[in-house]
């Protein structure tokens, strides 16, 4: 019998991720980590708000109006109920509507910068890949759209849609247009960025040796650009990600975003504003908090992505 | 030099004439202005005749020209909210909005740019950090926050200063101003303060980085050898350098600040065409927000053109590469 030596087991994928160099800035960034764990935590928050929301603000058979304006952490004169972060005016508990109001802001940043992502990711390779007047264009457009301010087009943008949709509708289509708005006046960013990046590699010769073996340019575009020129991307959809839950944020409170009904974190600053004069600041303050919170650690996180993915930098 | 200052006087052109046409468009497609105008009871004659009168019965083209020769004029119709001619409510409404932009544009320049060589200059000092930190958190706070805040500790807990409109203000000729009574310049302080701190973090940061990479500059190095004192070194040699891109971003910035003037107006209640603005969006007051877009957009693509011809001004290396590249 002789000993055959064990080959070492291929390290799993989860290892291998543990030990990669993004990881590996990641483990050795404070900053990172304490702002990626702010983030893990509002958005289980949210995504759970259902579980561990102590009340269902919407709903209105739980609501007593007996409760209404209790400070933070005091019994209530009248039901002697308690409540962790208080009550607005109409009773309903201030910690349970920031749960289900960072659900809307969370939403609709995502899925704004998804949009945003996906038609600038999609023009920038066009105009890159394909050049010409296809390039001319979009690249035109995108110096206009950059010419004015990302919240004023969004403002645009949520009027003109507003002008269309039947009044019954807007309520319910509230938030889709704001996903609408926000994410088309984000998405220049990305064209910019991929639009230069594929310049760079349609020139390279993996990407010839594509075209030679018949590749359509479909699938160049897709299978081979794409996936070299996603590094950026990620860091400005992360920066992006904060921008948009701020427009978003920024839209409800001026009163042109999502709808009382539906409340996010702008709309309950814009709700708790009118208490701040009559003492009740806690309507008011926490849910600022709230939001600053999580546009502060999104863009704590994206400005050490953007350094830990830069090359240059290392 | 001249070709190249042509040519974005043309493209200049184009954007207002894009701009234009999604203005126009608005009109078009955004409600039926005869909806708007003639009420429940009306005949398809009156329609016909309405329809004739506001040209509505001409191909589009010749439409949009007559949109464009009203707009150049400064004839942008009726609001549909307030029954006045829009032209009108805004030159009513547009002092306070430019005399709150020259407040908090000024404070923004002059704090940015101070506290940007400061902070360049003593880099490694605890301020210095301290400002820096500071600025970070400025950068994430969004705009209406800042206002809130504000309001919520010199209006409502200290009561030094009001929170919202413009106080008193003084007529002087077609012009209203609040810079001549004590509640009118009392007014101006909280919201040219939520205006102008995110360009002022925005300059600083500037002023900032550009200051340090030309410190390190071969000539800085060489002018302290030569024994010049160190404030002339930093403020004669290196400042000079650095605004370029400054003066660039501020002008961009110009352009943003009346932009971002919609939030605080919003928030401050302050009479000016960005309150006029987000109203109109909430009731969709087509003609006022079409107006407020092509003035907008006359006022950036202005900025951009004199920020750039601005450039070849200051900097003469450009004169030689924009003629030579040729773009």
Known sequence: ?314 | MLAYIIRRVFQSALVLLVVGLVAFSMFSFVGDPIDNMLGQERTQADVERLRQTLGLDQPFVVQYWRFLEQAAQGNFGQSYRQGRPVAEIFLERLPATLELAFVSGLMALIGGISLGIFTAIRRRGTAANLIMTASLIGVSLPTFLIGILLIYLFSVELGWLPSFGRGEVTRVGGWTTGFLTTSGIKALILPSITLGLYQMTLIMRLVRTEMLEVLRMDYIRFARARGIREKSVNFHHALKNTLVPVITITGLQLGSIIAFAIITETVFQWPGVGLLFINAVQFVDIPVMAAYLMMISVMFVGINLIVDMLYFAIDPRLRVDRTAGGH
């Open chain 1, 1 to 314: 019998m002789t000993d055959t030596p064990i080959p070492p087991a291929p390290p799993s994928r989860l290892r291998r991720a543990w030990e990669s160099d993004l990881f590996w800035s990641f483990r050795h960034a404070p900053v990172a980590m304490a702002s990626s764990f702010v983030v893990i935590v509002l958005i289980l928050g949210a995504v759970l708000a259902p579980l561990i929301a102590p009340h269902d603000p919407f709903s209105p058979g739980t609501l007593n109006l007996m409760n209404g304006f209790t400070p933070p952490g005091q019994a209530n004169a009248m039901t002697g109920d308690i409540f962790l972060l208080g009550t607005d005016d109409q009773g309903r508990d201030v910690f349970s509507t920031i749960l289900y109001g960072m659900r809307i802001s969370l939403f609709v940043g995502f899925s704004a910068v998804l949009l945003a992502m996906v038609l600038g990711v999609t023009l920038g390779l066009l105009a890159g890949y394909v050049g010409g007047w296809t390039e001319t264009i979009i690249m035109r457009i995108a110096d206009v759209q950059l010419t004015f301010p990302a919240i004023l087009v969004a403002m645009l943008i949520f009027g003109i849609a507003k002008g269309i949709t039947p009044p019954e509708y807007r309520d319910e289509m509230a938030i889709w247009v704001l996903i609408l708005a926000i994410g088309l006046s984000d998405w220049v960013q990305f064209a910019r960025v991929v639009r230069g990046a594929t310049l760079v590699e349609k020139n390279k010769e993996y990407i010839q040796a594509a075209r030679l073996i018949g590749r359509t340019p479909f699938s160049i575009m897709l299978r081979h650009i794409l996936p070299n020129v996603l590094n950026p991307v990620l860091v400005i959809a992360t920066i992006s990600l904060a921008l948009a839950i701020i427009a978003e944020a920024t839209l409800s409170f001026l009163g042109v975003g999502a709808p009382p009904t539906k409340p996010s974190l702008g709309t309950l600053i814009r709700i708790g504003q009118e208490f701040m004069f009559s003492g009740e600041w806690w309507i008011l303050i926490f849910p600022a908090v709230t939001l600053l919170a999580l546009a502060l650690s999104i863009n704590l996180l994206g400005d050490w992505l953007r350094d830990a993915l830069n090359p240059r930098l290392r």
